[in-house]
């Protein structure tokens, strides 16, 4: 499906606290990523069926990662077929791409822009 929600970001200045806010907040499993030169943890915020999807419908997990530009905001993700080709209709309908389609190895790929009104969004690809 073009276009759907299916991931969230939350920056954060302290992940430490962040996650811990989020934990006994909202009751979040933070889940640290091991990626060099990252600081980003998924986190649950429903249960997962066998393949780690939301198994409650209209749910979705996200992710908390250290707030640096352009990472400024909580971010929408949207999944689409093909980033290459959202991003160029992002473009020419007035948006501008941050950063262009990136490999997340067998999960897929990302891809971040900012829409007419200047929001940062982002783009996943099976």
């Known amino acids: 499906m073009n276009g759907r929600v299916v991931h969230f970001e939350v920056p954060a200045k302290n992940m430490k606290r962040a996650k811990a806010f989020y934990s006994k907040v909202f009751g979040w499993k933070a889940n640290d990523l091991k990626m060099p030169g990252t600081d980003y943890s998924l986190v649950s915020t429903t249960e997962v069926d066998k393949d780690g999807r939301p198994s ?29 080709a959202a991003l160029k209709a992002v473009e020419k309908n007035g948006g501008e791409t941050v950063t262009k389609k990136t490999s997340m190895g067998e999960w897929g790929s990302f891809g971040y822009f900012r829409d007419s009104e200047g929001n940062l969004m982002g783009l996943f690809q099976t």
Do not use: E
């Open 56 to 84: 409650a419908p209209g749910s979705i997990n996200g992710g908390l990662m250290k707030m640096t530009k352009p990472f400024t905001g909580p971010v929408v993700t949207l999944q689409v077929d093909d980033i290459v």
